[in-house]
């Protein structure tokens, strides 16, 4: 049974710093690459970061590009998504997201401007909020 377990969302100042993770439970984690969206109220659900399996290879929308940096530890599972210099427009639901061959898609996971929207992915973490407020 594959879990994924986003955590580490909150209330942040602008130009605060946030760091999300996400463990996996239930899959041979090095073999996996491992995307993150977000949603905001009344918007569509876009593709953040994507970092494939063993080779680490990652991947990052324009829009936190230099702000945002993903890394994973697989000794422990997880990956982590953080989150610097934060914006209110950063102000959303944070998801983590795997599936069999998200390695071959995660260009495309963070490229939806070129690629379209695809939320086709098998696994999905349950979201963590994440509020960019003075």
Sequence with gaps: DVQLQASGGGLVQPGGSLRLSCKASGIRFDDYAIGWFRQAPGKKREGVSCITGS???????????????ISRDNADNTVYL???SLQPEDTAVYYCVTDDDLWRRCRALVSYDLYGHDYSYDYWGKGTQVTVSS
């Design 55 to 69: 080779s680490g290879l990652t991947y990052y929308a324009d829009s936190v590009e230099g702000r945002f940096t």
């Design 82 to 84: 953080q989150m610097d």
